[in-house]
């Protein structure tokens, strides 16, 4: 084979590979049932996702509240030449103000939002791809006015969100994260002089009949801190002057069957951990998992006298030690800069939220969207406006109502 032969025959090789992981086609799906089988199918070791965009976790989301908040599935897959599917993007498309907005599936209850992916597809994706996305999402009819993609990781285990490609902006928070190195001494995750206050408290509520630190894998073990959480978090956000979220329409259903929904490799679609005795649950922390990373999404612990023994830290410690040795490689405990947050993760991950237009009015849209959460991330991050907003959404809260 001749020089010129041999090069000519790399470079067709590497056309064809290229050709085989550039988007072809792009299919839209308006009913997360019809979309189930080739969204489970990309759930598998050579894609990359986050456990927020697992079908059991979002079709939860979508049965108890998405359906009920006027929220119709969008889901995106772009598939190559040969129809094998390379990416799926779980949006929700609902009118706000007459404009048809998609976002994310999964509301307020997603820490992070990403498409699925194809690894192979991941490593070489280029805006072309992206906007071969939005082109077919263009060609709606009009039904989709503007893209409202928030809290956006810039990369999930080591691979680049494609969707960075598209013009963004830094999200309204950020997510405080523990990076976890291969073998690390416990001393390097959580400071030895923290652990040894956490024992020192600890050794208080060791003293109760029964007392442990629970992942809860039987059904009776998760409804027994479901039905804990649902009693306590309520009185908590009272005492905090907090509206109760989770008594929005749906919400708990949601939650319960997401915690009871068993997934292929064993685990949950949101996992309970806690810290309990014969008399009581002490302490409350659910998030997801995935065999590389947790990611926090709600807790809460006891009213009672316990409550003094900082048992909401003690279960953290318990959970940040069960993944290390699980060889996971991050942890983090959802959006927001509460003051507990920082004792445990000192990095933060970066996110990204991107508005785009797609028809003239959704062009305004999109640009009102980006100014507002420009605004609120400055808000948050100015103490001075921070606490005029806090002063204000206080005053609002306990508002009589008029007559």
Not at 6 to 32: K, L, N, P
Not at 50 to 73: C, K, M, S
Request: glycine share 6%; aromatic share 8%.
């Amino acid at each position: 084979m001749t020089v010129a032969a041999a090069i000519d025959g790399r470079v067709g090789e590497i056309r064809t590979q290229s050709e085989a992981t550039c988007v072809a086609s792009v299919e839209i799906f308006h009913d997360i049932a019809a979309a189930e089988a080739v969204w489970r199918a990309l759930e598998a070791p050579a894609s990359v996702l986050t456990p927020y965009q697992r079908f059991d976790f979002l079709a939860a989301w979508q049965n108890h509240i998405g359906t009920a908040a006027g929220v119709t599935p969008l889901i995106v897959v772009a598939r190559d030449a040969q129809r094998r599917p390379l990416l799926l993007l779980p949006l929700g498309l609902r009118r706000e103000n007459g404009i048809g907005v998609a976002r994310f599936l999964g509301g307020k209850h997603t820490t992070f939002n990403m498409p699925i992916c194809r690894r192979d597809f991941l490593s070489g994706a280029t805006r072309d791809d992206v906007d071969a996305v939005l082109s077919a999402l263009r060609a709606q009819r009009g039904a989709v006015d503007a893209l409202a993609l928030t809290q956006q990781p810039r990369q999930w285990q080591g691979f680049a969100n494609p969707m960075a490609l598209l013009p963004n902006q830094p999200s309204v928070n950020a997510c405080p994260m523990l990076s976890i190195a291969p073998g690390a001494e416990p001393s390097s995750l959580i400071s030895s002089s923290f652990r040894r206050r956490l024992k020192s408290k600890e050794r208080k509520l060791q003293a109760l009949p029964g007392y442990r630190y629970l992942q809860a894998e039987s059904d009776a073990d998760i409804c027994r801190l479901l039905d804990a959480f649902f009693t306590i978090k309520p009185q908590r956000m009272a005492l905090q002057k907090l509206p109760n979220v989770f008594a929005d329409p749906g919400v708990e259903a949601f939650i319960r069957r997401a915690c009871h929904t068993r997934l292929p490799d064993g685990g949950h679609a949101i996992e309970m951990h806690g810290l309990i005795c014969d008399e009581e649950v002490i302490a409350i922390f659910a998030g997801v998992a995935d065999g590389d990373r947790f990611s926090m999404m709600f807790n809460t612990y006891t009213l009672s006298a316990s409550a003094h023994f900082s048992p909401g830290l003690i279960l953290m410690r318990h959970i940040v030690d069960q993944y290390a040795a699980q060889n996971y490689t991050s942890l983090d405990l959802g959006i927001g800069s509460d003051d507990y947050k920082r004792l445990f993760c000192k990095d933060d991950d970066e996110i990204f939220d991107s508005f785009a237009g797609l028809t003239p009015r959704g062009r305004l849209a999109a640009s009102g969207l980006s100014a507002l959460n420009a605004l609120k991330r400055k808000v948050k991050q100015t103490p001075a406006l921070m606490k005029v907003a806090q002063t204000a959404r206080g005053v609002l809260h306990h508002r009589p109502p008029r007559p």
